[in-house]
């Protein structure tokens, strides 16, 4: 349930009855022309986009009917929800537009309405709750007003298939021609977001050189479109837009199913390619009967430049080279109507294949056959028959799982394959089956879900992809204790996970963040489970060889350290040191680590030594080795004299502080380079923030840090250099003490403490919060 649809409406009380406070507020807004001009401050931005909400209503300025249909306000609120937040900002304003005012009428004209609804459809394709609000919102938009977004069908039934989701597709369809079709013909906008569904286009180079390829699930898709819609007139641009993709083999299927429908080319233009492309690459019989189509379409045109004579020539030499296919089916079409044919008997069709030369049948053919069958004995013994008689039925993945289903009696998996509307050569796109896995999973739709796993089990003939794909299942389905599930029998294995498996779990599970910010919190977890849940199965497959890129690392240890989890910041560094170095670790503090996890054992246990330290080294680079130090300071100090110091490396009562360093020498045992010079600046740098002189931090800890300081710098500076031992990082003597707290600034942060400082003078309340 969207949270438009768990938040009640509240009833908007008088003018009368607000607070005088709130009042005011709202006199004062009504005298403003541009609301842009009062959303100047990013505070300002912040506190009047917060109206993903009914509370307090009146208190912003959207709330105020003279602003209520100001767009270009509602325009900055988006934006800038959407940069801060992502799709919660997105559903913020949303929310705001259902519930929180009243009557709002969306633009449907110019760019801030393609703004929008384009916004609010994405967010819909994501959340199937949203995207029925939003067709409500529309529909109701038409009946009142007689006005629509014209691009809502195109993006709506084109986001859906860009992203496979041909069901989806499919089902919105219906619910979205009237009134969003002008016309039928208007189903074409979506032939180039169906044509993005295929890896690569489906060219023929010539006939000789390769066999024929099935045709993308794009044009399924886009076909079932076709058939939902009557009265379409498409052909001139839907076979043009192929050719031009060098689209041969679609355009060819395309053209037959369009003509099936009555869609034919107007002009002789439109075919004409068509015809040479088919001369070039199709069978001779095809071509001819594409000629013959032609000539009675267009009598008027001359013939294709190249005689009859010379093309049955070039017939006779590729049927004498048998280059066209290793088993020459007949027409796909013609055998799926003979098996239909209930006037004839199975045996009477197989005895007339036999009599043509006949080797092969296609997948339809298959399909139709089986259909008349009566149980799946019957079914093995027609295949039996047609065995016998010289006819294959092929190695498709339909066929393999029509014969496997029958020889296991599976008859309802049977049957629900052979009546499923997706088409045979769809079953080779291990791609589309999966999200169709995986969207059918999450519906908990079990007779279609057990049927796409049985045809992923068949495409995958080994047992970690499809692993792979039930971890990938249950990533998306946000069932993690599932996933970790999966990813344990794998470890146990000693199996890897694949990289489009990590990658798909970095995509699914990880809140993206913007550099130089922490991780906000996700829509389902807080950013602390996220990365505990990636990290541990990332630690339960590495061993076994599952390759982790050193950025994915990297981003790791900076969502730990900007969280403050130290102890799990520590715990992974030291076993990153102990899996990737190649130098032998003596430390107990490793062993701790392992006892966490419980790895199996390691299966390349003769890793690269180079790769392994290159690892390490780009993981733990300088800036990396400054930021370690930067977070060790990141803690509160108990100022409580009584309180038991910090111990580490064999000396007792340090600083807390120095924490960032001891884990770096404990880094350095295992091969690790560091960056003195690098350490030393940023040792400097929180020196500054701690003792140097007062200068207002707008970090919130650095402020807390400062004021609660119970330690003077010279013990801080003593303990530091404890920890790093000889050569002292800092040789300070009492007329140096000045300059080593208080580096020289840089321009940037000299322009950051002015503009805290302006702040903390000029703005109020909300605006800048004041450390208690």
């Known amino acids: 349930m969207s949270l438009a649809e768990g938040t009640p409406k509240r009833g908007r009380a008088t003018l009368q009855a607000r607070s005088t406070r709130q009042r005011a507020i709202f006199l004062s807004r009504s005298n403003i022309r541009l609301a842009s001009v009062q959303l100047s401050c990013p505070e300002k931005l912040e506190f009047e ?10 208190s912003r300025l959207v709330d105020d009917p003279a602003h209520r249909n100001n767009f270009d306000l509602w325009e900055q609120l988006l934006r800038y929800r959407q940069r801060h937040y992502g799709d919660r900002g997105t559903l913020d304003i949303w929310v705001a537009v259902t519930d929180r005012v009243d009557s709002m009428d969306l633009p449907v004209v110019g760019a801030q309405a393609d703004l929008f609804w384009q916004s609010f459809i994405d967010l819909g394709l994501k959340r199937e709750v949203i995207m029925r609000e939003l067709v409500d919102y529309a529909h109701g938009l038409w009946s009142r007003t007689g006005r629509r977004w014209d691009k809502f069908y195109e993006s709506v039934i084109g986001g859906f298939l860009e992203r496979g989701m041909t069901q989806q597709a ?20 979506v032939l180039t977001p169906a044509l993005a569904l295929s890896d690569e286009p489906t060219r023929i180079i010539m006939a000789s050189s390769v066999k024929r390829r099935p045709v993308s699930p794009g044009i399924n898709a886009f076909k079932n479109i076709c058939r939902l819609t009557d009265g379409h007139q498409i052909y001139d641009h839907a076979i043009g837009q192929l050719l031009r993709a060098d689209r041969i083999e679609d355009a060819f299927s395309m053209h037959t199913f369009l003509i099936q429908r009555q869609d034919h080319p107007r002009t002789y233009e439109a075919i004409q390619r068509l015809l040479q492309c088919a001369k070039e690459n199709k069978p001779r019989k ?21 005689d009859t004579d010379s093309a049955k020539s070039d017939d006779t030499i590729e049927l004498s080279r048998k280059v066209w296919l290793e088993e020459k089916p007949f027409k796909d079409e013609f055998g799926a109507r003979l098996f239909a044919t209930k006037a004839l008997a199975f045996e009477t069709i197989v005895a007339g294949l036999r009599m043509f030369g006949v080797r092969a049948i296609g997948p339809q053919s298959l399909r139709e056959m089986a259909i008349r069958v009566h149980g799946s004995q019957d079914l093995l013994a027609k295949l039996q028959e047609l065995q016998r008689a010289g006819i294959s039925i092929g190695d498709t993945v339909f066929a393999r799982l029509i014969r496997k289903l029958a020889s296991e009696n599976r008859d309802i998996l ?34 279609p879900y057990n049927m796409t796993l049985a045809i992923l089990s068949e495409i995958s003939h080994d047992d970690p992809q499809l692993s792979n794909i039930h971890f990938r299942k249950f990533i998306a389905s946000g069932e993690w204790a599932s996933a970790s599930r999966v990813v344990d029998d794998i470890a146990l294995n000693n199996r890897a996970l694949s990289k489009e498996s990590v990658d798909f779990m970095i995509k699914h599970t990880l809140t993206p963040r913007r550099p130089g910010v922490g991780p906000a919190q996700g829509t389902n977890s807080s950013p602390t489970n996220e990365v505990a849940f990636v990290l541990r199965v990332l630690r339960r497959v590495v061993p076994a ?15 730990l350290g900007m969280t403050n989890e130290w102890e799990e910041l520590r715990n992974c560094c030291l076993w990153l040191a102990q899996q990737y170095s190649s130098v032998e670790k003596q430390r107990s503090a490793m062993s701790v680590v392992m006892s966490l996890t419980e790895e199996p054992k390691i299966k390349h246990a003769d890793q690269s030594r180079d790769h392994g ?14 930021a370690i130090v930067a977070w060790g300071f990141k803690m509160r100090v108990s100022p409580d004299p009584n309180h038991k110091g910090y111990c580490a490396l064999g000396l007792e009562d340090l600083v807390p502080w120095v924490r960032g360093l001891v884990l770096l020498r404990e880094l350095e045992q295992s091969g690790i380079h560091l960056w003195t010079n690098r350490i030393q600046r940023a040792c400097r740098h929180r020196l500054a923030v701690l003792f140097g002189q007062p200068r ?25 250099n404890r920890v790093w031992k000889d050569p002292a990082l800092f040789d ?7 300059r080593l707290i208080n580096p020289p600034s840089s321009k940037m942060s000299q322009r950051r403490t002015r503009r805290t400082l302006w702040r903390e003078a000029c703005l109020k309340g909300t605006a800048f919060v004041a450390t208690k």
């Open 732 to 738: 300070v003597r009492e007329d140096d003490m000045y």
């Open 545 to 559: 060889g599952t390759p982790v890129s050193p950025e994915l690392w990297i981003e790791m240890l900076k969502r």
């Open 613 to 626: 330290d290159s690892v390490l080294q780009n993981v733990f680079d300088r800036n990396m080795q400054a």
């Open 170 to 189: 499919s089902s919105w369809h219906k619910k979205l021609h009237h009134p969003h079709l002008s016309s039928p013909d208007d189903i074409a906008k």
């Open 414 to 447: 049977l049957s629900d394959l052979l009546h499923s509307d997706q088409h045979p050569d769809v079953l080779e796109d291990a791609q589309m089956q999966e999200s169709l896995l995986i969207s059918y999973y999450i519906a908990r739709d079990w007779r």
């Open 49 to 58: 986009s917060d109206i993903g909400h009914t509370e307090n209503i009146g």
């Open 696 to 720: 207002q931090s707008n970090r919130h800890m650095n402020r807390m840090l400062r004021r609660e300081n119970p330690y003077d710098a010279e013990r801080v500076i003593t303990d530091i």
């Open 286 to 306: 095809f071509f001819e009967k594409l000629q013959d189509y032609t000539k009675e379409r267009f009598p008027a045109e001359g013939e294709l430049t190249g």
